[in-house]
């Protein structure tokens, strides 16, 4: 390849052509000699060789001196990266505060934690609410309407409550006379009181004071059920600034009761026409209210669903479930009650004069079958509980579950999780989590309440003949020593008290104070009745079985003292017609 290099360059010139010398452009309109593309390709490497051996230009020299000083700049850092490590570990700021407490070493590990907490709080994040734009634009305008919409206290003589306030388009007059009276309709809300409910409304300090102390001779405060309606009628003012008196209240207290507060002059209109201010103290009226208390008695067909068939004859759904739970605590639902028997409730019922209702708790529950009776259950005794009608009350179904869980360890010998030996685990262990509601298995009465040892906060009950049943390990209880309880009635809730690896209940029950298995009792409570007590029960089922079905539902007859006049002629008209159709249905039977 050389040698063509070579022989190419001694080649002899043409003749008649000028010198390269002599003309520079003869070169171009030479011919150029033919080239083999091959030694091209040979020749390729030894110019790329000669391009990395040229001089470095400018640009690139420049370039190669940032990259060694920034190269130098990471060897640096990375350096005193390396010292700095190997000095906090020669200096030791945190070592293990567990090990050799109250050294040296220990204190200096405590200043740094007390430091780097002291340097988080001093950066903690500011809390205060920061101001940003209204979403509405606040002019004169916007304003002046939210003014109109405001609420303001009525005891000051404000109406704003009742309607829109003056914007700025109402000229306001010099002087204008005020309502004379203003009559409302108030509510006494959960966790309300009346007195609180009186000073909202705007009533003043002195008849407020007057009116609890007249209704507390009725009926306790405390007893007004929330919920409770007040007619509330406030007079004139004394003067302007000043609460308007309160000239009237009337409200139901109770199912049979209400009660009236009047002032003298309410109501009243004077000789020549015109109306009498009222004057004098408030006075107390009662209002008794005729009731009466035939029990309400509902019978139908149990069908496919017992609950869906006593809900579509009318029972209320709580008197529903009170049955189905009677029914359920002595008899198997679904093996001894047929689609074809007839269920047979009795409830106590209230009917007022004045027409309102109220519907009281259950007295019987049956289940007839052909015609006969197959389970009869009357509400009896002090303590409400349930009897068959031989005159014996027994819990035949088994015990309730004390909690919704499973069970996680038996009775009998085991490994104790805490003391590490082998003995007696003497009751029952429920799956349950932290608060979970602990019931009583069956009725009884609380013996203990509270700490026991490694058993924690703990609750006994007697249940009678020599049977008891303890819950441990509560978070905290809901009863206390010497209260009767029902069986289903949260006696306290689940925790992880005393001798507890974590949050369950431990169930026991004794029998003549010895331990035994709880899933070996098939019903706890047996309770007859004898003598005249037994004699007092019978007649008083045959008094509940002598109410007709649907008796209580019947519209009540009005008194002659309770018939009130009509005011308006369309009321007239209405009582014509009611009378009409009454005395047509009276001809027909």
């Known amino acids: 390849m050389l040698n063509h290099v070579r022989n190419m360059n001694d080649l002899p010139e043409a003749e008649g052509e000028p010198c390269a010398d002599e003309d520079p452009r003869a070169l171009v309109r030479a011919d150029p000699a033919p080239f083999d593309p091959e030694a091209a390709r040979d020749l390729l490497p030894y110019l790329r060789n000669s391009k990395k051996l040229a001089p470095p230009t400018k640009a690139q020299a420049a370039k190669r001196k940032v990259v060694v000083r920034v190269n130098g700049w990471g060897e640096r850092y990375d350096e005193w990266k390396l010292a700095a490590s190997r000095w906090f570990d020669g200096v030791d700021l945190a070592p293990d505060l567990a090990d050799n407490i109250g050294s040296r070493r220990w204190f200096r590990g405590l200043g740094t934690m007390v430091g780097l907490g002291a340097l988080a709080l001093a950066f903690w994040p500011d809390l205060t609410p920061l101001e940003a734009r209204p979403a509405m634009p606040q002019d004169k305008a916007v304003t002046s309407e939210l003014r109109s919409q405001m609420i303001l206290p009525l005891a000051l003589g404000a109406d704003s409550g009742r309607r829109m306030g003056p914007t700025g388009q109402v000229i306001p007059l010099k002087s204008a006379p005020e309502r004379p009276q203003i009559q409302m309709l108030v509510t006494l809300a959960s966790g309300d009181s009346f007195v609180t409910m009186l000073r909202r409304a705007g009533v003043s300090a002195v008849d407020i004071d007057r009116a609890a102390a007249l209704v507390e001779q009725a009926v306790p405060l405390a007893d007004i059920a929330p919920g409770t309606q007040i007619d509330v009628l406030l007079g004139r003012r004394i003067a302007a600034g000043q609460p308007r008196p309160l000239d009237s209240l009337a409200f139901r207290a109770r199912f049979n009761l209400e009660l009236e507060l009047t002032r003298p002059g309410v109501g009243e209109i004077a000789e020549d026409g015109t109306p009498i201010v009222p004057n004098g103290p408030l006075a107390l009226k009662r209002n008794i209210i005729r009731v009466d208390e035939t029990p309400l008695r509902v019978r139908g067909t149990v069908g496919s669903s017992l609950y869906r068939s006593m809900r579509r004859a009318g029972v209320p759904a709580s008197a529903v479930q009170d049955y189905l739970k009677t029914l359920d605590s002595q008899i198997d639902m679904d093996r001894e009650v047929r689609s074809t028997d007839e269920f047979d409730i009795i409830l106590s019922y209230r009917r007022a004069a004045t027409g309102e209702r109220q519907a009281g708790q259950l007295l019987y529950a049956g289940i007839e079958r052909g015609g006969e009776p197959k389970t009869q259950l009357m509400r009896w005794g002090s303590e409400g509980r349930f009897y068959e009608a031989s005159g014996v009350g027994e819990q035949r179904n088994g015990l309730l579950a004390p909690v919704p869980g499973s069970i996680t360890s038996g009775f009998g010998m085991r490994r104790h999780p805490i003391l590490g030996y082998r003995r007696l685990h003497a009751g029952m262990d429920f799956r349950a989590r932290h608060g979970t509601p602990i019931v009583a298995v069956s009725d009884g009465r609380v013996s203990s309440a509270g700490r026991a040892g490694g058993c924690g906060i703990a609750v006994r009950l007697e249940h009678g003949s020599g049977l008891s049943t303890r819950y441990c390990h509560m978070s905290r209880m809901a009863v206390s020593r010497g209260q009767q309880v029902r ?103």
Do not use: C, W
Request: zero cysteines; hydrophobic letters at 35%.
């Open 487 to 589: 069986r289903g009635q949260v006696i306290g809730y689940v925790g992880s008290t005393g001798l507890s690896t974590g949050a369950h209940l431990h169930y026991e029950m004794y029998r003549g104070g010895r331990a035994i298995n709880p899933s070996s009792v098939a019903f706890v409570t047996r309770a007859e009745l004898s003598g005249t007590e037994l004699i007092d029960f019978r007649r008083q089922l045959i008094r509940l079985k002598e109410v007709e079905t649907g008796a209580a539902l019947k519209e009540l007859e009005p008194l002659p003292t309770e018939v009130e006049e009509p005011v308006r002629e369309i009321e007239k008209i209405d009582i014509a017609t009611r009378g009409t159709r009454r005395t047509a249905a009276t001809s027909s039977l």
